[in-house]
Every structure is written in C-alpha cells, then in structure tokens.
C-alpha cells in the first residue's frame, strides 16, 4: 500500500508540473515525451462567439469523462438550457461543478446534479454563490479539471474534477473560515430562462425534485426528473437521474432549500428548483473530497455503478485511470512530422468523436426513454444524426469498430420499445432536425460487415422508416421544435410517394426533406439488396432518385414544388438550416445522377466552383461537408485537393477557444476534419467507399481491428505541395480517385506524391 501511495504520488506529481507549465493547452517545459491525450485541449470550441459575425460557437465543453461517458463532469458558468451550454468561455464566474447530460447546444440537459463550494454567508442560488474565476487559473484536460475561484478579498477556493463514466469526484481545497458550505442543486427550474426554444411552464407544474440527508450514512440523496426537452418529446413517468452524493467530511450542520427559502435542520426537500446544504469550518488549505454517482435506473443502482468505479477516496488514482483510458482510445491514429498546434487540433479533433453517443447502459442494465422501462442489456444514447451519419458513424467504424454493434443494436431497441428508431433522442424522441438517419447508421454498418445486431429487426425498422407514413402526416406541417404531438419520422411522405416529392405548401422544409428522404432511401435499398428482398430494393431505388424531382432545370437549382407540381413562387423556402446554394449538391447518394441532371460534368463543376468562389459554400454546417469532394466526380480531383487545404486550416480550426467553425454537433464537425486530415472521405454512406482527397500530414497510421494498420504517407508535401501527383495503394496506382472499405480495413500503405502543381486533366 505504501508503495502504491508512493507511485500515485509520483504520477500526480509529474502530471502537475506538466499542467502547470501549461497553461491552458501548451506545456513551456523541456518534456521528451508526449502521449495523444497530452495534446487535447478541450477548451477549444468552448466559446459562443464564432469565427466571423453570425456565427456560432463549437458548443463545446471542457467535460472530464471516460470515452462515451454517461455523465459527464463539468464546470458550470451558467444555467444551461436548449440554445446554452452549462460552460462559455466568455463568462467569467462558476455557479457550480455540474454532473451534467447535455450533449449539445441545441439540445437539453437531463436529470443533472451540481456541487457548488462557498466561504461566508450562505447563498444558495446560481446567481447569488456564483464566484469568479481567471481563465490563466483554469487547467482543462479530458481527464482532469481545476479552477480556482475567488472567494471574497484574497480567499480563492480551488475546484477539481476527475470522472470515470457514471461517477465522478470532485476535490476542493478551501481557505481559512468560519463558515464554509458546499450547495447541492438537485434541480432547476427556473422560469426566468424562458425564451423561445424552452418553456418552463408544464415542466414547472408536473415535476419536483427530491433530495435527503443522511448523517448516518454521511451522504445526500436524490433524484431529478427534469428534461430539458421534454416540451419537444413523450411524457415519461418513471423518468428520472438518480444521484448519490458522499464526502470525505463528516455532515454535522446541513440544511435543505427551495428557491429562496433556507431550512436549516432540515433533512428532506421537494421541489422545482432545490437543493441541499452542508456547513462546516475550514482552515487553510483544508481538502474536502466529494463523490457523486449517477444513474437512471435507481439510487441502489447508483450505489452499485459507485462500487463498480470508484472504490475508495483516491483522486489522484481515478486521473491516472481516466487518461488510460483517454490515451488508448486516442491511440487509434498516429501522427507525426507536424507542429504541437496541429496535432493539439486534431487530438482535440479525434477527443470531441470519442463523447457521443453516450452510454446510456448502467452495468448489463438500462433505462429506456423509449416505453419508459428497465431492460437488461446494453445502450448507447444521444445521437446527433442528422449531423453525425455524415462522418462521425463513419469514422467510428474504423476507430472504435468494437463499439458499432452496440450503437446499432441500441437504435434498434429504441425501435423495438418505442416504434420507431429515432431522430435525435434526448434521451427520448424529440422531432429535431429532419429525415431518419439511423437508417443511413444502420445501413452503413451492414454495408461494412457488421451483423453483431438482429438484422432481421434492422430491417423491419428500416422498412417502416421508408414505407410507412407518421401519424397525422397529411395534415401536419412538421415545424422543427414544435410541440409535440407525435412522432415526425419521414413528415410529408405520403406525398413523397404519391407526388415523388415533399411540396412545400403541404410540409415544411420539404426541399431539404425530399432530398434527405432519396439518401435514406438509397441506404435501406442497400440492406435490402444484401437480404435479398429484391421487389424492395427496385422501389427504394427508384425512391432514391425523388431528389431530381425537386429540381428547377430553368433557375438550376433544387427549388421547392407545390403540391399541383409547379414551382413555388418563393424559390428559397423549404430548406434547412441553408439555401438553394447549401442544398443543390445534397445528393450523396448519387453524384452521377447529380451531374447527368445538371448538364454533364462540367456546367456541374461550373455551378460546383460558383458555390465556393461566391461565397455561399457554408463549411460551418453540416448539408455541405461532402461538397469539397464532389470534383472528383467530373474530372477536377485537384480542385477537391486544393479545398480539402482550405477547410482544414485556421479558416476552420484553431487552438483557441474559438477554434471550431460552427457547432461541433457531438462530433460530427470533428470527424469531418479527421476524414479531410486524413485524405479519404465517406461521401456516400452505405456505398462502401470513400473518396480521395489529400492527406495534410505527412504521415500518420489508423489502428485497425485485428492487429492491422492503414499507413498514410504524403511523400514531399508542404504548404505549396498540395496536390496530389499521384496515389498508391500497396504499390497499386489508384486512378479513379476511390478506395474501398475493404482495401482500407484489410491495412496496407495509402501513398501518396505530392506536387505543387495542378494534375488537370
């Protein structure tokens, strides 16, 4: 035991003097060696503001967690809410260390708990114990989190977090006082933060939260059944996050509270936006450790994912294991012969792809948002997929391939419990975004070999998804964020079978719509394909092809039709999140297609170059990631070469807190980096290839399955040299500029000699 103290006291040591020469990413010492996970900064992609007027933020945050964690521990510097992330970094305060669910800024925080310490009076809400802090006093590692905060005069009190996956502990260090406190916050509800993406009012008059005070046991205990969704999903009964709170400190003076009302003595307390209380005395530098586990299936469950995770009062112990952990999955790619900005970026990159989806499984056990049950088994939780099928999914099944059946199989439990696999759940159904891109997971998944998941229940699900319309679907309009009334699955399909097309005087966002639902399309065909069930694939592919119905051969582009054929007299209404220019090239699925209904390659390529050279190519989103390699199709691979240059520069990414061009959206903007970095590109999804643009590094190799490795080398390339000259694949000179999944699982070399000179055509 000795020994072990030891060891531990050495590794914290040495991890110490490497934040403190730090800073907030960068270390300033002489170090030989650095692991992946030393470059992660997770402080970039933290701020609100983005690169440019009008644009947002990464909406990320500076989570200490294991990969894929179900709860995720955070400074919090505001209460958080759809639209706002528990931390900014342009605040400049900490309202309390939050055991948080948020998984993105557009979306809502679920059954979270926060931990907030104080010196002097006692104040319990957020804007009253809020406490300032200095960023130069923030250390922020995936593994690792501190700050200290003033806590009146010269007194600071110094926050730490460490996390595992549903457990997490914080570590306070407090100045000399004769009144210290920590806050527990159960819940928050608070009327004052309605806007127009959240109301408060039914969640206000349904719920209450709960927590208690055992002295016995020296701990508190509670649950929380708010969502901060829930006005967009299913009502759940049974919903709620369990927490269990321990300290290293015996309780003697506490106390519970309830909006602004203190009752000291107190052991019990409901409510809508409550807490509890302990108070002590402190002496200078006195350490006050606090352990919180977390779970959606009960507090005994709670206790027992404490047991499984954090066994005694070890800090430094839970850090040690929670960077292993971080260091080998980040491990998956190796890169070298490039500055530490760069490899700070793409770390940080390749950490943002490693958060979500969540586990939502708590030890062979699960609670499910979907019929509002526990199941046995396992589940993966908060898929962002109208973002994340692009690229996140994709680069997963080659960084964390053990992972994949599970993530699949989990959407299909959600279709089996609640009817439907999911949009965006939170963690139920919310009707976000639009399409049904699990259908695009899925197929993508069995495309690339995967079968660890009930095919037979795949393709059910993914059959409803293409042929079966939601309910209320003729008479419904299917605004994004409305209330809900039920589940939106593909809205407008009746008529995007009976019409080929989604008319926009019926549903909206129905340019968007038909060309989303024609890739969803595309991708059940391809499971379909491989089962055999040929009389499907011939219709879902000729479904596949309703996008070209939506476009305008006189104006050239995608335009909305209503429902008597004709064109819309307001040709830029029915899209999403863009414009005719984000959408027009939207067709993955079917780029040949694309260029045969535009003229040929080159007035494709033509209106292609006008998107980017006019300036309404908008890499900040997500409907055009692809847009980069679609020059490759009609003979301009050096163009996709010369952009691929562009997007992954500090036009997009940096290492700052403003350092991601748009939202992150849990990891979909981060993966589309990796795959640009990288040189290959998952275009289409389902189709089993990627295609070629050029490596930015110049050398790096992808960890595979089984013991095999890709090897990417970029022979003489430099900031002039960013074209290819040519590419090779095990020696085997590759002229069409594609490369399958299976050429890339198998391992082997990706060679490329880089030129500084255009290979036009």
């Not at 490795?709 to 095990?730: G, P």
Request: glycine fraction near 8%; hydrophobic fraction near 35%.
């Amino acid at each position: 035991m000795i020994c072990m103290k030891f060891k531990r006291s050495v590794y914290l040591l040495s991890l110490l003097s490497f934040f403190y020469g730090n800073g907030n990413a960068q270390t300033k010492t002489a170090v030989k060696h650095l692991d992946e996970v030393d470059y992660v900064n997770p402080l970039i992609g933290t701020a609100v503001k983005g690169f440019a007027k009008g644009l947002d933020g990464g909406g990320t945050m500076p989570c200490v967690n294991v990969p894929f964690a179900m709860t995720n521990f955070v400074a919090q510097t505001r209460e958080n809410k759809m639209s706002f992330m528990c931390y900014e970094y342009e605040d400049n305060a900490v309202v309390g260390l939050l055991a948080t669910h948020q998984p993105t800024v557009w979306m809502g925080d679920y059954g979270y708990v926060s931990v907030m310490p104080e010196v002097g009076k006692l104040r319990v809400l957020p804007k009253e114990r809020k406490l300032s802090f200095n960023h130069k006093d923030e250390i922020a590692k995936p593994y690792y989190y501190s700050v200290k905060l003033n806590a009146g005069g010269a007194d600071k009190i110094k926050a730490e977090i460490a996390g595992a996956n549903t457990c997490g502990m914080f570590r306070f260090t407090f100045p000399k006082a004769e009144q210290a406190h920590l806050i527990i916050q159960g819940i928050d509800l608070n009327p004052e933060l309605t806007d127009w993406a959240n109301d408060y009012t039914a969640r206000i008059k349904k719920l209450k939260g709960y927590v208690h005070i055992d002295t016995v046991n020296n701990e508190i205990t509670g649950y929380n059944p708010d969502r901060q969704s829930a006005q967009l999903g299913p009502q759940l009964n049974n919903f709620k996050g369990y927490f269990v709170i321990k300290f290293n400190k015996q309780i003697r003076k506490y106390g519970t509270w309830d909006k602004q009302v203190i009752n000291k003595g107190s052991q019990s307390q409901y409510g809508t936006r409550m807490g509890a209380f302990i108070s002590f005395k402190t002496k200078a530098n006195d350490e006050i450790k606090v352990v919180i586990a977390t779970s959606f299936i009960s507090i005994d469950q709670a206790r027992y994912n404490l047991k499984k995770e954090i066994t005694d009062w070890d800090f430094d112990g839970i850090v040690k294991n929670t960077r292993d952990k971080w260091q080998q999955s980040l491990k998956a790619i190796q890169v070298s012969g490039v500055t530490k900005d760069q490899k700070t970026i793409f770390y940080t990159a390749l950490f943002h792809t490693l958060l979500f989806p969540r586990q939502f499984s708590e030890y062979g056990k699960y609670y499910s948002a979907f019929d509002d049950k526990v199941h046995h088994g396992d589940s993966y939780n908060d898929y962002s997929l109208w973002d994340t099928f692009r690229a996140l999914h994709p680069l997963l099944i080659l960084t964390q391939p053990q992972r994949v059946d599970g993530m699949v199989q989990s959407l299909l439990q959600m279709y089996k419990e609640g009817g439907w696999m999911p949009m965006w759940p939170n963690p139920t159904y919310t009707n976000i975004m639009i399409g049904t891109h699990s259908d695009a997971v899925v197929a993508d998944a069995y495309v690339k070999g995967f079968r660890g998941f009930d095919t037979k229940l795949a393709y059910e699900a993914l059959h409803k998804d293409s042929y079966d319309a939601p309910d209320g679907d003729t008479h419904k309009k299917w605004g994004d964020r409305d209330l809900w009334t039920s589940f939106e699955a593909r809205g407008g399909l009746t008529n995007y079978h009976k019409l080929g097309y989604v008319p926009v005087d019926k549903t909206r966002e129905s340019v968007s719509r038909t060309i989303e639902y024609s890739i969803d399309d595309y991708c059940v065909a391809q499971v379909a394909k491989g089962l055999g069930k040929t009389d499907d694939y011939q219709q879902l592919i000729t479904w596949s092809k309703n996008y070209q119905h939506v476009y305008n051969s006189a104006t050239g582009f995608m335009a909305p039709r209503n429902a008597n054929g004709e064109f819309s007299a307001k040709p830029d209404s029915g899209f999403t999140e863009g414009t005719k220019w984000t959408y027009t090239f939207g067709a993955m699925h079917d780029v040949p297609g694309m260029i045969k209904l535009m003229g040929g390659e080159k007035k494709f390529a033509d209106k292609l170059s006008k998107n980017f050279s006019d300036g309404h190519y908008r890499a900040d989103n997500e409907p055009g990631h692809h847009y980069l390699y679609l020059f490759n199709y009609c003979g301009m691979p050096w163009k996709t070469q010369e952009l691929v240059r562009v997007h992954t520069s500090a036009q997009n990414f940096r290492n700052l807190p403003v350092g991601i061009n748009g939202n992150d959206d849990c990891g979909q903007t981060s993966a589309w980096y990796i795959f640009n970095t990288l040189g290959f590109y998952p275009v289409s999804p389902a189709s089993g290839y990627y295609s070629i643009g050029a490596p930015q590094f110049p050398y790096m190799v992808l960890n595979l399955q089984h013991g095999k490795k890709l090897t990417i080398k970029a022979t003489d390339l430099s900031a002039k040299n960013k074209y290819v000259k040519e590419v090779t694949f095990n020696g085997k000179l590759i002229k069409d500029f594609q490369i399958s999944h299976q050429d890339i699982i198998e391992g082997g070399t990706l060679a490329f000699t880089m030129t500084g000179v255009p290979q036009k055509r």
